[in-house]
């Protein structure tokens, strides 16, 4: 691919405002929807609100890390970025998709590309049916929370609640519960990808939900469906031997 016209954006810390102004003036630099590509600096969490901001554009993104973790980055460096973009390796992701219900009966809908989470949002444990395709696979799950996440968010909230790592490429979802209190350690499922996943919140008005779709917070849910969402993808860039399967492999051995 020839990267040649980019567009960079950055997060609001200081490093990464620094950053962006010196490649802005060594590399060029145009409006998103006229890029190649796009370099995000920042962390994980900027790189998930790039993807959100720029998911109708046919660009891919191209990280560089300027935060903490940097799971979704590329290491940083201002030398060599056209060689780099040259030779990075795509990584395509799909988001979920969540529809929630809530009390008053008001409809949200939300893209997540690590995860949906369920947690509770009062002093007592939540209480959840969890439905898988339209059947009860568990009348009572007693928690403090549970989350569906994507192979490419299983290191991130899903990996912290003691769920499982999944490859890249693999077409399976992890369902984690969250300090699962009934079924007493109950640590969750791997479901299809094209699994559709219902959570029912029991006692709502005495055990408050909220639901979180990476950064989208719904609160006082009493419904939440979640299935992926093939028809929106994401295309990341990652240096060679350094892509998200290499990483997710790496994880599990650390």
């Given at each position: 691919?020839?990267?040649?016209?980019?567009?960079?954006?950055?997060?609001?810390?200081?490093?990464?405002?620094?950053?962006?102004?010196?490649?802005?003036?060594?590399?060029?630099h145009?409006?998103?929807e006229?890029?190649d590509?796009?370099v995000?600096?920042?962390?994980?969490?900027?790189m998930?609100?790039?993807?959100?901001?720029?998911?109708?554009?046919?660009a891919?993104?191209?990280?560089m890390?300027?935060?903490?973790?940097?799971?979704?980055?590329?290491?940083?460096?201002?030398?060599?970025?056209?060689?780099?973009?040259?030779?990075?390796?795509?990584?395509?992701?799909?988001?979920?998709?969540?529809?929630a219900?809530?009390?008053?009966g008001?409809?949200?809908?939300?893209?997540?590309?690590?995860?949906?989470?369920?947690?509770?949002?009062?002093?007592?444990?939540?209480?959840?049916?969890?439905?898988?395709?339209?059947?009860?696979?568990?009348?009572?799950?007693?928690?403090?929370?549970?989350?569906?996440?994507?192979?490419?968010?299983s290191?991130?909230?899903?990996?912290?609640?003691?769920?499982?790592?999944?490859?890249?490429?693999?077409?399976?979802?992890?369902?984690?519960?969250?300090?699962?209190?009934?079924?007493?350690?109950?640590?969750?499922?791997?479901l299809?990808?094209?699994?559709?996943?219902?959570?029912?919140?029991?006692?709502a008005?005495?055990?408050?939900?909220?639901?979180?779709?990476?950064?989208?917070?719904?609160?006082?849910?009493?419904?939440?469906?979640?299935?992926?969402?093939?028809?929106?993808?994401?295309?990341?860039?990652?240096?060679?031997?350094?892509?998200?399967?290499?990483?997710?492999?790496s994880?599990?051995?650390?």
């Open positions: 691919m020839n990267y040649k016209n980019i567009s960079f954006l950055a997060s609001s810390t200081a490093e990464a405002q620094a950053a962006a102004k010196t490649l802005r003036a060594r590399y060029g145009v409006v998103q006229e890029a590509v796009i995000a600096l920042g962390g994980d969490g900027f998930l609100s790039t993807l959100h901001e720029t998911q109708n554009l046919t891919p993104v191209y990280g890390n300027q935060g903490t973790v940097g799971f979704l980055m590329n290491e940083y460096a201002e030398d060599g970025l056209a060689d780099r973009l040259q030779a990075a390796e795509p990584a395509i992701v799909h988001p979920l998709h969540m529809r219900t809530c009390a008053n008001e409809l949200r809908e939300a893209l997540a590309i690590n995860e949906v989470s369920l947690l509770r949002s009062g002093p007592q444990a939540a209480k959840l049916r969890i439905s898988v395709d339209g059947r009860v696979r568990m009348d009572e799950l007693v928690c403090d929370g549970a989350l569906v996440c994507t192979p490419a968010g290191t991130a909230y899903n990996y912290s609640a003691h769920g499982p790592i999944l490859p890249i490429e693999a077409d399976i979802l992890a369902l984690t519960a969250m300090a699962a209190f009934r079924p007493r350690r109950w640590r969750g499922a791997l299809p990808m094209d699994a559709s996943i219902q959570f029912d919140v029991l006692e008005d005495k055990r408050p939900v909220a639901a979180v779709a990476d950064s989208t917070e719904v609160r006082d849910v009493i419904r939440v469906d979640i299935r992926s969402e093939p028809s929106v993808m994401h295309t990341l860039l990652f240096d060679p031997g350094h892509g998200l399967e290499e990483r997710l492999i994880e599990q051995f650390t």
